[in-house]
């Protein structure tokens, strides 16, 4: 049987996440120890007891979500002995993927996603624009309506998150005309400003090209390895093939919409049996319960899908022991 592991991005960061791991796990505390360190200042103790507005600054969210991915993930491994088949993040949940796959280090991840985070909090205080969801539209009527908006100006889909969800950024004077086109076809638009944890910025369009420069200079200091495990691209919508690809993915992250239904849709079609969402929250799980096409989607941070994990491992035949990666397979 196949297992695909998914990754979240920003916005699924909460208070106190991961913490009661740190508490009873000496593992998980170490790798919070190797995050502070990386960062300067302590991670855990910023989860646990700052202002919930401290933590949902991207340059203070975006590293919180890796070292809690990395945490569970680890976390996953151990309690399971699992080899998954794929491993899959949502924007910046490919930086989890990548640490947790071996390709760059821990501590790499840390600092990039902290980076990361800064530059895209600038686009914020920048106000390069806008960011929303379109809900109860699909995917092709998002399309059109986009079209029809761009005569006011730059909006275009930043992301494919379910067939019920897909996300648009554009420049702030197009926002009435795409609300008018989304309503027109039936949908919603549903601004990222009225959205707890979302930051109201152009993430992955064309507007953040000014900041390229910039996240080149930044991945150029990561040192790029072949992954553990198979990583699929959602920058790409495919699998990757080597290690050049990684980092080219990174690169146009920042400006290429997030193809993640899309990828889904292609892990379900080489037969994957099985989804984890495993990083902190329940977001990603979510997103893949809105596409009645794809198997069953767990997340192992709640409590009840954690034991509800557990039963179909051990119900099921996956791979029990811990393979590296061959990119040439």
């Known amino acids: 049987m196949k297992l695909a592991l ?45 202002p919930m507005k401290v933590l949902t600054k991207s ?29 899959i993040g949502h924007s910046l949940g490919e930086i989890s993927a990548l ?9 790499d991840s840390i600092t990039f996603a902290r980076e990361r985070g800064r530059l895209m909090q600038q686009a914020l205080v920048d106000n390069m624009g806008f960011a929303g ?78 900041l390229v420069p910039e996240f080149v200079e930044l991945i150029d200091k990561i040192e790029f390895k072949p992954p553990d495990y198979p990583i699929w691209s959602t920058v790409t919508g495919w699998r990757i093939k080597n290690a050049n690809e990684l980092r080219s993915a990174l690169i146009m992250q920042i400006t290429s919409p997030v193809l993640w239904n899309q990828v889904l849709g292609r892990i379900r079609n080489i037969g994957v049996d099985m989804i984890v969402d495993i990083g902190p929250n329940k977001i990603i799980r979510n997103l893949v319960k809105e596409n009645a096409k794809m198997p069953n989607a767990y997340a192992y941070d709640d409590e009840r899908d954690h034991r509800a994990i557990m039963n179909a491992i051990n119900r099921n035949s996956f791979v029990q022991k811990i393979i590296k990666y061959d990119m040439a397979a």
């Open 59 to 87: 340059e203070n969210a975006q590293p919180a979500v890796v070292a809690a991915s990395y945490t569970l993930f680890e976390a996953f491994i151990q309690e399971t002995g699992v080899c998954p088949s794929y491993l």
């Open 133 to 210: 969801i379109v809900t109860d539209l699909s995917a092709e009527a998002v399309c059109r309506a986009v079209k029809r908006a761009r005569r006011s100006g730059y909006v275009a889909i930043t992301g494919y998150n379910s067939p019920e969800q897909t996300m648009v950024a554009g420049a702030r004077k197009t926002f009435k005309s795409l609300e008018y086109e989304v309503d027109n076809a039936g949908g919603q638009l549903i601004p990222f400003k009225m959205i707890p944890m979302k930051a109201d910025a152009p993430y992955h369009s064309h507007l953040m090209r000014y």
């Open 6 to 50: 998914l990754f979240p991005g920003q916005g699924s960061q909460y208070m106190g996440m991961c913490v009661p791991l740190i508490k009873n796990s000496l593992g998980a505390a170490r790798i919070f120890d190797r995050a502070s360190a990386a960062l300067g200042f302590d991670l855990a103790e910023m989860i646990a007891n700052a």
């Open 99 to 107: 640490a947790c796959s071996g390709s760059i280090s821990f501590e």
